[in-house]
């Protein structure tokens, strides 16, 4: 979830947890269906509620990307567990990379 320019001068990452249990679904959840690019196994949800900052040593490897549609609802959901986020690009409409 962190952006290149943190990942690549940071020891640290910032992460959102994925889950396979898709049956407890919430409003701030996104579904993955699982496929070749994003490297999932079985169909998952990302938890945006629970958003982790990791050591980039915990990480092991690269699974799959995620596509720009999907990280759209990524931060539409983010926006809404964390409304603060939604006020600052109101109020700077130049800092949203989805437009």
Aim: net charge positive; aromatic share 6%; charged share 20%.
């Amino acid at each position: 979830m962190s952006n290149d320019a943190y990942n690549k001068f940071s020891s640290m990452v910032n992460a959102l947890p994925i889950s396979s249990r898709v049956n407890k679904q919430s409003p701030v959840h996104v579904l993955l269906k699982a496929d070749g690019n994003n490297g999932l196994k079985e169909d998952s949800i990302v938890l945006t509620e629970s958003g982790w900052n990791l050591n980039k040593f915990q990480l092991d490897e690269k699974l799959g990307n995620i596509d720009m549609l999907t990280q759209k609802k990524i931060a539409e959901c983010m926006m809404i567990q964390f409304p603060m986020i939604k006020r600052a690009l109101l109020l700077h409409p130049d800092m949203c990379v989805f437009s």
